[in-house]
């Protein structure tokens, strides 16, 4: 997230995701999953521009609450990559492929907005396909949907400038993993500097919401760190394989050869584990970001047992019992000026939900407990 083109829908388009489900946003199907309808905005790039675009892959394919819709392939970096590298559907097809199930993808637009009302109606057609599906999507559900982004809201903004409208009518949530609250030394988002337009944009926008900074003052931040062992090393070894490919540039070794070729991604995941390389991913420590988003978007709680153990689900099961909330989202009026820096307002001129952790060291702990019993238990995974 932090800081040559492949196109490709690998299952129909949100009409038939449609027909495929009955359940309705926030319902129960007969397996008793619950599904949240959302679409997804990543700025995932093959090889990596940065790996946490991989764990919050994979954390949004941990939860069978969340039904995705389409997919969006922000393209923040677009003019800094060269042609031959692709975006992004080399790990979607691996995550897809480890989970069992797809979602429609398309290229997002390649430059950021030129003023916040901006509709992007450039004649560069290959990259007005993220757009096109959110509005197709949106137009089409029968429920409400959410939006998620982890890069720049670029697309999302540019669609609500072209149809604001259907946006009120259809969206329940809008999730921003982006920006800074107040002025902490030190700290800078890319993504507010790739598209300050569009984070602008969707700010005042008056839709709900729902704003996790990545950096803040008095723990407005989603900000969190954790060893890449934790979570990864009882994974089972089809997605300890598809981070292993990311790492390694899909060669399979750390440090990756020199002008050696990737291997088939597909094929990659079913390799017998590499220890020796995985023992160089498990050593790195991971920043990450965006956790806590795709928990709450699938209205999950955590819950604690009497072992200090964390899962999240909707409801207490088995022995977690015990809830903790080691974060909140709140209605607060905030201050935002024309640079898309954001600090306490009075009045202030817009009101979004705004995510603070409570406790800090308990925010930290249980999200490692949930990321790695969710990598553990990945459905669909091969053992």
Not at 28 to 38: I, M, P, W
Not at 196 to 202: H, I, K, S, V
Not at 233 to 252: C, H, I, K, V, W
Request: charged share 20%; net charge negative.
């Amino acid at each position: 997230m932090r800081r040559g083109a492949i196109h490709g829908v690998l299952v129909g388009f949100c009409a038939l995701l449609w027909i495929a489900s009955i359940a309705h946003s926030e319902g129960e199907d007969s397996t008793g999953t619950a599904h949240v309808k959302l679409i997804y905005s990543s700025d995932l790039y093959w090889p990596p521009d940065d790996p946490d675009d991989y764990f919050d892959l994979a954390t949004l394919y941990s939860i069978p609450e969340i039904e995705v819709l389409g997919i969006i392939l922000d393209q923040q970096v677009y003019g800094k990559r060269p042609a031959s590298e692709g975006t992004g559907a080399v790990p979607l097809r691996q995550i897809f492929t480890i989970a069992g199930r797809a979602a429609a993808f398309e290229i997002g637009l390649r430059a950021p907005l030129k003023s916040i009302d901006d509709r992007c109606l450039d004649p560069d057609t290959a990259s007005q396909g993220g757009v096109a599906m959110v509005l197709k999507c949106l137009a089409e559900s029968r429920d409400p949907v959410v939006l998620l982004t982890v890069g720049t809201v670029r697309d999302i903004a540019a669609a609500f400038n072209r149809d604001p409208a259907l946006f009120r009518e259809k969206v329940a949530r809008v999730y921003i993993n982006a920006g800074i609250y107040g002025f902490p030394e030190g700290r800078m988002d890319v993504n507010l500097e790739h598209d300050r337009y569009a984070f602008l944009a969707m700010m005042k926008s008056g839709l709900p919401v729902y704003w996790a900074p990545c950096f803040g003052e008095n723990n407005f931040e989603t900000f969190w760190q954790v060893g890449q062992r934790t979570l990864l090393e009882t994974a089972p070894s089809t997605l300890q394989n598809y981070f292993l490919s990311a790492f390694s540039r899909g060669s399979g070794h750390l440090p990756p050869p020199a002008n050696q070729g990737a291997a088939d991604p597909i094929a990659f995941l079913q390799r017998p584990v590499s220890r020796e390389d995985m023992e160089r991913v498990y050593a790195m420590n991971r920043n990450m970001w965006s956790t806590v988003t795709f928990l709450d978007a699938a209205g999950l709680k955590i819950f604690r047992n009497v072992q200090g153990e964390y899962a999240a689900s909707r409801r207490p099961y088995g022995d977690f019992t015990q809830e903790v909330s080691p974060y909140s989202f709140t209605a607060t009026r905030l201050s935002i000026d024309d640079q898309g820096r954001v600090q306490a307002g009075n009045p202030g001129n817009i009101e979004v939900y705004i995510l603070q952790k409570n406790n800090a060291a308990l925010y930290q702990k249980a999200l490692e407990g949930v990321l790695r019993a969710r990598f553990t238990g990945f459905k669909g995974a091969n053992k």
